[in-house]
């Protein structure tokens, strides 16, 4: 089969991930589509390489995979310290930058 | 486009990816979207597969549906099991422009996308594959070679994402901790309330669901025993397993008779 | 006409300048400490200069006449391409009688200044301005280029400015200053158009240059400078239309109306004229608009004259008859020039005698300048009188005083030319009878009308004695010019000299003009001598509201010139304010509004950052795909 109905299946994950981000109010909600949206990335990635005919997608998949970690980690870490003081999980709550 | 089993394959998990991602989008409960985002994670895995990525698959079910999610879980624990949004959107024209940029953002990805790679073709990984003797061989050869640097970078990168969740969730201890011995003085101080465990539910010959109280000395209902949960939700839940024996044994002997 | 280097002697004459200079320098620079010897010097140094003027006379008496124009290059001053002017001074007759003049009744004015002034806190300021002053003139007259003429003209009109404003403490003092200054620039703008066109007629200013070449240019170049200088003149010297300033330039000291308003300040457009006479004798119109203007002024300032019930500003309105009178003469053209510089003379003298005269009037009567308050002075201050006398019938023309032989060569003149003209000037003679008397009488004749603090007194000699030297200059000057120094032929060389056959023969001429001053002066004594002078001046016919109106120069001025400038002004500030100032500020104001509005993007909510990310990111995506397509 065309390998490009990858990358429509992936587009349309990234899309749906988000719509989540924007339209969710749960911290670990939206985080979580962060999350969905990176898996549609590597998708991406390995369609491609195997399109090219190389392993360089598939290592770059690898180190996303690597880097997401890192970040799902500390992004959690930091959910947790604001629903330590403020009791909330929702994504509004942060809001000093407003004018 | 000929049907064979990677087009089937791919119409299976990459249906099913779609479903669990709308329904990690569109579930009330936390704990929903976690789990509709650990079946989507499974079915890219499978699609990794079938891309000739077999390592970039396992990596993925163990690394990121095993590890990663569990930490979201552990997370949602903390925050909260029953943390669910309010349907009511407080932002005027967020849900309305999200959504439409959403749509917006996939049509002309796919269609750009789809323009400029009008006929690009498919080499496929099987030499690649074989070049080092095995896919895994391959990665590695390219990690260790032409991505070293990205290598040892990502590496310290996670170093520093576990210093860092350690000391963002650090702590500070206000005052000294309890030792043992005030905390079993704590517990069977006056007024502190029962000092011991609380009573199990009560484990009856026809009955032991969680909802049938133990039977306190005096005869009453020790509501105690109940878990807060089923206690909090509904009184009618809560069932004496007197009642409910005296009515069974009057239903059996009717049927018998 | 050679010129002649300046030797001998003559190497001295920057000294002329100089020396008045240099006083009004160290009066000025060294301030206070010079506040007990500062008069003296003041006196010392124009003296000196009238020292040194006379000697100089003497040693150009001896010249032959073609040799008398000497020169004396004290600087090169401008040298850019084509055009030089030189810091030159050029001593010839015409400049000699004026440096005279200058010289002599200023020094004579001084002597008098420390006796009037001598009360006054500023003394000191005042006598440095005095010698500023006469440095100044005496550099307009000894130029040898027009534009070092400009120089001593501006230079002039500072000291004037400086010295109408002394009392710069009174609010109608300050005021006439600047009336004058601002008036005087409006002439000087004519003087500085005429020095451009002149050089790019000729390609220099030197006098000897322009004259040299005056026929070369065309007539109509020739009439446009002409008609330049006369509103240069006109501004300097008060004619008619920028008369208004000498009226209000009453208001500084009395040595001051004397020495500027009356002998020389305003006399240096007669000697501009005079001096340019080879570009007035080449181009009619301007020789006619001169005429015109004079005639205009002369009947101006006497009918002004002859309704002011303040003395000094009805000399101020006879002064600019008289200047009249002698514009009249320079706009006749060669039958008039000498006459007018011989009136100039007598005229300096004989009004600077009638100026301090009623400086030492009003001193005696309490600084008051009111002549209704005046009366049977006679008896009381009797050198004053006797001086005054001599200067009114000088003035007024009566043989043998010195004003009756220049004022009737310059009617004789005038009647060379036409009956007209003539017949204006004798009119307007009568009338210089009427005003003349009707002061003297107000003033010294008639029964006391003095106030009830009035203690009037003689002045004291330093005062007086002046005032006898002008008064015995007034008897006798005209006479002593016209048969023991010849002036005819004395300024002949340098302005030319034609006369013409009249009608009548001369004695007829002196008769007539004689008959209207009789006649004049015995209407002015009948109804100012014989009659009771009302204490508060009576409602009067039209032609008097209008003269103590300065027939309504003021007016004029004002509708013409103030009113219109001070509207632009007032619409230049409105749109400065509004809407220069409101667009910047508007513009201000826009950036504001509009960034406070685009501050509400700003909600805090990481959601709505997160939606304007993708919507970019969406944009981008569509420049992307429509490009593609």
């Known amino acids: ?8 299946l992936a587009t349309l994950l990234f899309s749906i991930g988000a719509i989540g981000v924007l339209v969710r109010r749960n911290a670990i909600i939206v985080f979580m589509s962060v999350e969905l949206m990176l898996n ?60 | ?153 990502t590496a310290a990168l996670l170093i520093t994402a576990g210093l860092g969740a350690v000391i963002l969730t650090h702590r500070e201890a206000w005052k000294p901790k309890a030792t043992q011995k005030e905390l079993s003085v704590a517990r ?20 032991n669901a969680v909802n049938t109280p133990a039977i306190l000395p005096d005869g009453s209902l020790a509501l105690d025993s109940v878990p807060e949960p089923v206690r909090s939700r509904d009184d009618s839940l809560i069932v004496d397993h007197r009642v409910v024996s005296t009515v069974v044994e009057l239903v059996e002997s009717e049927d018998q008779n | 006409m050679t010129v ?22 160290i009066l000025l620079f060294t301030g206070r400490r010079s506040n007990a010897w500062g008069p003296y010097l003041g006196v010392l140094t124009v003296s000196a200069s009238a020292v040194l003027g006379v000697l100089l006379l003497i040693e150009m008496m001896g010249l032959p006449t073609e040799d008398r124009t000497i020169t004396q290059v004290a600087y090169q001053w401008v040298f850019i391409g084509n055009f030089s002017v030189d810091l030159a001074f050029q001593l010839d007759q015409l400049s000699m009688v004026f440096i005279l003049l200058i010289t002599i009744v200023g020094s004579l004015i001084h002597i008098y200044s420390l006796g009037y002034m001598a009360h006054d806190p500023d003394k000191r300021k005042f006598f440095g301005y005095l010698n500023l002053f006469v440095a100044a003139m005496l550099l307009l007259v000894m ?185 009249l003469a320079v706009g006749l ?80 003149a005038a009647f060379e030319r036409g009956w007209f003209i003539g017949g204006a000037a004798v009119l307007a003679a009568g009338i210089t009878g009427f005003y003349m008397t009707r002061m003297v009488a107000m003033t010294f004749f008639g029964k006391k009308r003095w106030e009830t603090d009035a203690h009037p007194h003689e002045s004291p000699a330093v005062m007086t ?28 060389p340098v302005v030319g000299y034609e006369s013409e056959p009249t009608p009548l023969p001369t004695s007829a001429y002196i008769g007539i003009t004689l008959a209207f001053v009789i006649v004049g002066s015995i209407i002015g004594w009948i109804t100012y001598a014989r009659r009771e002078v009302p204490i508060e001046a009576p409602h009067g016919n039209w032609l008097t509201r209008a003269a103590r109106k300065d027939l309504y120069g003021d007016a004029v001025n004002h509708a013409l010139v103030v009113a219109p400038t001070n509207y632009a002004a007032r619409a230049l500030v409105f749109f400065d304010a509004r809407i220069v100032d409101g667009f910047v500020n508007g513009s201000a104001a826009i950036v504001g509004g509009l960034s406070g509005r685009m501050r509400r993007t700003q909600s805090g909510f990481i959601r709505s950052y997160a939606l304007s990310m993708v919507g970019g990111a969406v944009l981008v995506l569509l420049a992307l795909v429509l490009v593609r397509i």
Not at chain 1, 69 to 79: F, K, P, R, T, W
Not at chain 2, 188 to 207: D, E, I, L, Q, T
Not at chain 3, 472 to 477: E, N, P, W
């Open chain 1, 1 to 8: 089969m065309d390998p490009i109905y990858y990358i429509y």
């Open chain 1, 40 to 99: 549609a990335a590597n998708l991406v990635f390995v369609a491609f390489a195997r399109m090219n005919g190389n392993l360089d997608g598939q290592t770059v998949a690898f180190f996303v995979m690597v880097v997401a970690a890192a970040e799902v980690v500390v992004g959690l870490a930091i959910i947790v310290q604001v629903f330590r003081t403020r009791q909330s999980a929702s994504i509004d709550e942060p809001n000093l930058l407003k004018y």
């Open chain 2, 1 to 153: 486009m000929s049907i064979d089993g990677e087009l089937i394959v791919f119409i299976i998990c990459g249906g099913l990816s779609v479903i669990g991602a709308l329904g990690m989008v569109l579930s009330r409960k936390a704990v929903h979207s976690a789990l509709f985002i650990a079946m989507v994670m499974i079915n890219l895995a499978i699609l990794y597969i079938a891309n000739s990525a077999p390592f970039l698959g396992m990596v993925q079910i163990i690394v990121y549906t095993g590890a990663v999610m569990m930490l979201f879980l552990f997370v949602l624990m903390v925050v909260g099991v029953d943390s669910s949004d309010s349907l009511i959107e407080t932002i005027r024209g967020q849900r309305l422009f999200g959504i439409l940029f959403g749509v917006a953002l996939a049509v002309l990805l796919i269609g750009g996308i789809g323009s400029a790679m009008a006929d690009k073709p498919d080499i496929g990984l099987k030499a690649a594959n074989d070049e080092f003797g095995g896919n895994v061989e391959g990665i590695a050869n390219l990690i260790f070679s032409d991505y070293l640097f990205a290598f040892q970078a």
């Open chain 2, 188 to 207: 069977f101080m006056v007024g502190a309330g029962h000092p011991g465990n609380k009573p199990n539910p009560g484990v009856y010959a026809r009955h």
């Open chain 3, 4 to 25: 002649m280097p300046a030797e001998g002697l003559f190497s001295l004459m920057w000294l002329l300048i100089a020396l008045p200079l240099a006083g009004a320098a």
């Open chain 3, 143 to 327: 130029a040898n280029n027009y534009l070092l003429l400009y120089v001593g003209w501006e230079g002039v009109g500072v000291a004037s400015y400086l010295l109408i404003g002394f009392w710069q403490q009174k609010r109608s003092a300050a005021a006439a200053a600047k009336k004058a200054f601002i008036i005087n620039r409006v002439g000087d703008v004519g003087l500085s158009l005429a020095i451009m066109l002149m050089f790019v007629t000729f390609g220099s200013v030197t006098f000897s240059d322009v004259f040299g070449s005056a026929t070369q240019a065309s007539e109509g170049t020739l009439t446009a400078i002409g008609l330049l200088l006369l509103l240069a003149a006109a501004g300097k010297s008060a004619q008619f239309p920028l008369q208004a300033w000498l009226l209000d330039a009453m208001e500084g000291p009395t040595p001051v109306s004397a020495l500027i308003h009356a002998a020389t300040m305003v006399t240096a457009g007669v000697y501009l004229i005079a001096r340019s006479n080879v570009i007035y004798n080449n181009a009619e119109i301007a020789a006619m608009a001169v005429i015109i203007v004079a005639l205009i002024t002369i009947f101006m300032g006497a009918i002004i004259g002859s309704a002011k019930d303040d003395i000094k500003k009805a000399l101020a309105g006879s002064t600019m008859s008289q200047i009249g009178y002698m514009m």
């Open chain 3, 333 to 412: 053209g060669p039958i008039g020039y000498v006459f007018a510089i011989f009136h100039l003379l007598t005229h300096g003298v004989f009004k600077a005698g009638l100026f301090l005269g009623a400086g030492s009037v009003m001193h005696g009567m309490n600084d008051n300048v009111n002549m209704r308050r005046y009366g049977a002075l006679r008896s009381v201050m009797v050198i004053t009188f006797i001086t005054f006398m001599a200067g009114y019938l000088a003035i007024i023309g009566i043989p043998p005083f010195s004003g009756f032989w220049s004022k009737d060569e310059i009617i004789h």
């Open chain 3, 465 to 492: 004695i002046p005032l006898i030297i002008l008064g015995l200059g007034s008897t006798f000057l005209g006479m002593a010019l016209l048969f023991w120094g010849d002036i005819e032929a004395w300024l002949e």
